[in-house]
């Protein structure tokens, strides 16, 4: 199985994933350094400065320390409570959001992390195809795709794989144009381990036929690849689900997703 004989070779850096013919490590980052390279990733986007359910994005929330890239979810502060957040909706939560500045294609994704133990949804995921086309991207006629790698709430032990169609005009947070339907959108599966408690490793096969889901190697979700055909951006974010899980405890914040490294093979 061509996914197999790939993750069969992913614990060696640097060499192609066996079997993966035209494949080739393209981009890694194990967060070895003190702080995050700003040449590669990005932790603040001026169309997705938070949500108006009741967070923001804050840009101290995203440190890189002790080996990992480290996102937190807090409780705003006093400071962060001023007349143009709490008018923008932003008035409870900080999280964070760290997203990669090149667009990146067809290929396997990887990545070991360790969620937080809340219900605040830990993801990995790739988006925006229409970053640099706002042309397109604000006005009737195209689509933005998001493929989400995981979504992870670690106190309730669940994951979630899911694929979405954005009907343009789209901002971050704000559907215009409608939600394209799409079949075997999504899947849940409820985790025999807590992944709050230690590292583990989730993947991401994407290739023009099929797309596929994978957690310690083994796949647990696939679908046929009818709609993702353009480059993407890669994001680690943490948020607030309002509507599909409810609140976390306040008490239990701060929290934080912590990312021991990424890794993409290119097709």
């Not at 980052?29 to 990005?42: A, N, P, Q, R, Y």
Request: net charge negative; hydrophobic share 40%; with cysteine.
């Amino acid at each position: 199985m061509l996914a197999a004989a790939m993750l069969a070779a992913l614990s060696a850096v640097g060499a192609p994933p066996q079997g993966f013919s035209g494949a080739k490590i393209t981009f890694s980052d194990e967060f070895d350094g003190g702080k995050l390279d700003d040449s590669v990733w990005t932790d603040w986007v001026s169309s997705f400065q938070g949500r108006k359910t009741g967070f923001l994005f804050a840009r101290d929330n995203v440190a890189v320390s002790g080996g990992s890239l480290n996102l937190t979810a807090r409780l705003m502060r006093a400071d962060e409570k001023t007349e143009e957040n709490l008018r923008r909706g932003f008035d409870t939560y900080a999280m964070a959001y760290v997203r990669r500045k090149q667009k990146s294609f067809y290929g396997y994704y990887e990545c070991r992390a360790k969620t937080m133990a809340s219900k605040v949804c830990n993801a990995f995921w790739l988006y925006d195809p229409l970053s640099d086309k706002p042309e397109c991207k604000f006005r009737i006629g195209d689509f933005s795709e998001e493929i989400d790698m995981f979504e992870i709430f670690g106190s309730l032990r669940e994951w979630y794989g899911t694929v979405h169609c954005l009907k343009t005009p789209y901002l971050e947070g704000i559907v215009h144009g409608g939600v394209m339907a799409l079949t075997n959108k999504s899947c849940k599966v409820s985790l025999s381990f807590d992944p709050s408690a230690e590292f583990h490793v989730y993947g991401f096969l994407w290739t023009k036929e099929r797309l596929a889901w994978f957690v310690d190697g083994r796949e647990v979700f696939s679908r046929a690849n009818d709609v993702f055909h353009r480059p993407m951006h890669v994001v680690f974010d943490c948020e607030v689900m309002y509507s599909w899980v409810g609140e976390p405890d306040k008490s239990s914040l701060p929290q934080v997703f912590s990312i021991d490294y990424f890794r993409y093979w290119a097709l």
